[in-house]
């Protein structure tokens, strides 16, 4: 009988909720056909049979947290000689995580006794940001007691092990005493950001409904919380005449592929970014350090109906502009049909986000941390511009770059923006 263990589906990903279970007990599975939708913190991903055999027992349940590494189901394999033995008796499933309860209207008293251990060291911690930088800037962990297991977690989760009370022997640290310290640093308000006031009681205006958000929602409403008390923003706005640049980009287009002004932007902000490289970095603020990028990796906001994605398109610096176009049409399919890995996330040089296709004409877009700008599209129009003779109708494309004042000045800024309309105002070759 095997023990089937929620495997691991991404770096920095330690448990997932069920939202789908594809089989049931008694059922004949195959090698990869798919068992579980497990939605994770990055995206929801099926859980495939790790071998041919029968399901015999079921451990979990839609809506359940589990842990990487629970068991979630038991399989009998395939030529183990008991395939028609009957199925075990319900066995006891493992206790989900429950969500926390409500925050109570008045805060409880403090405590008159000294603090644990635990609390006691994060109450002196010192934490740089509520959610860690990758692995290549989170702090040394030092010469200390723990598992190879346990330093992950700590990276993962952006905690200095020299600071973690150890309550193994000789003072080794566990998983669980990682676990802990940052349960400290997050309730003395080091994590997400908490309310200060509690709400008032909307029933006693009308109907009201309450809905649980999901887990891409959450990450997100978490993440843009950190992103914008994290960073400084200021917002650079500009237009580029993009009129010769539509009729080519029309010209160039088949039914077979579609070609938008987002592949040309993608190919131009790469070229951007090589010539501007302190808008392609990470600040690490706990060595004052600045990490410049030799990759161009570029995100690309996608608006799907289970929330924001932001799929990362790799090396656009080294590829033309239908390479780039069928990488953003993938990859944008990917996202509308939760199908993105974790991987597919991560590692953006800078982000686009283009709400031309809804309308508007301005807005301030939040930086997506660690990266250190935002390029956001907004709706094109034509605008009568003078040619040094008469007016005549030229299509502008706004464009709403923010970006972090700690690192990248105004004039910067400004400069960077302008390369990039005057790009798109020159003929880009499909390629």
């Given amino acids: 009988m095997l023990d089937f263990t929620l495997p691991e589906v991404g770096e920095g990903i330690t448990s997932g909720t069920v939202i789908g279970v594809l089989v049931k007990v008694g059922d004949t599975i195959t090698a990869n056909q798919d068992l579980l939708e497990v939605e994770t913190d990055k995206a929801s991903l099926p859980v495939p049979a790790p071998c041919d055999g029968v399901v015999r027992a079921i451990l979990v349940n839609e809506g359940d947290e589990v842990d990487i590494g629970a068991v979630v189901m038991r399989i009998e394999e395939s030529g183990s000689g008991a395939a028609s033995a009957p199925a075990p008796a319900e066995e006891k499933k493992p206790e989900a995580k429950k969500a926390p309860a409500p925050a109570p209207a008045a805060p409880a008293p403090a405590p008159t006794s000294a ?13 740089s940001a509520r959610t860690p930088l990758p692995n290549h800037a989170i702090p040394a962990q030092g ?7 346990v330093r992950r977690l700590a990276r993962e989760l952006g905690i200095n092990l020299s600071q973690v009370p150890g309550t193994g022997p000789g003072g080794r640290i566990s998983k669980d005493d990682v676990k802990a310290f940052t349960k400290q640093i997050v309730l003395s308000g080091g994590g997400a950001v908490k309310q200060t006031k509690p709400l008032p009681d909307f029933t006693k205006f009308g109907a009201v ?8 929602r959450q990450v997100t409403k978490d993440h843009m919380a950190h992103c914008w008390e994290t960073i400084p923003h200021v917002t650079q706005f500009d237009k580029a005449d993009v009129t010769d640049l539509d009729k080519y980009r029309k010209e160039v287009s088949t039914p077979e592929r579609k070609i938008t002004v987002t592949s040309f932007l993608i190919k131009v902000l790469a070229d951007a970014l090589k010539e501007f490289p302190q808008f392609n970095c990470s600040i690490d603020t706990d060595s004052n350090e600045i990490i410049f990028k030799q990759y ?15 799929p990362v398109l790799r090396d656009v610096d080294q590829k033309g502009i239908v390479a780039i176009t069928d990488d953003l049409t993938g990859v944008a399919q990917k996202a509308r049909d939760r199908k993105v890995l974790p991987n597919d996330l991560q590692g953006g040089s800078i982000t686009v986000t283009n709400l031309g296709g809804i309308g508007g004409h301005a807005f301030t877009p939040i930086v997506n941390w660690p990266e250190v ?7 094109g129009g034509f605008e009568p511009t003078w040619n040094g003779d008469k007016f005549e109708p030229r299509l502008k494309l706004p464009l709403c770059l923010s970006y972090d004042h700690r690192i990248i000045d105004g004039a910067d800024a400004a400069r960077f923006l302008r390369f990039i309309c005057t790009a798109l105002e020159q003929k880009i070759e499909v390629t």
């Fill in 115 to 127: 603090p644990q251990p635990a609390a006691a060291a994060a109450q002196t911690a010192t934490v």
């Fill in 143 to 149: 010469d200390v007691a723990a598992s190879p297991a």
């Fill in 209 to 216: 409904k309450r809905e649980k958000m999901s887990k891409i």
């Fill in 296 to 310: 161009v990796n570029i995100g690309v906001a996608v608006d799907t109906p289970n929330g924001l994605l932001v």
């Fill in 373 to 379: 700008s935002i390029l956001g599209v907004s709706r």
